[in-house]
């Protein structure tokens, strides 16, 4: 009984380890994501002025 106790409380750290470390990555290529669309509507808006309103 206590060694499934143990092994139960090693795999629950070890998911959520890794469900932190997913989550973590994830904000990252979210945050790329923003910032590259943001430059990319930056670069439209040097290249065609007269289209932004």
């Known amino acids: ?30 945050s790329l994501e923003i910032f590259y669309s943001g430059a990319a509507i930056e670069k439209i808006k040097v290249f065609h002025p007269q289209n932004m309103r």
Request: hydrophobic share 60%; glycine share 0%.
């Open 1 to 30: 009984m206590l060694a499934a106790v143990i092994l139960l409380l090693i795999i629950t750290v070890f998911l959520l380890s890794m469900t932190a470390a997913y989550e973590s990555k994830y904000q990252t290529y979210d």
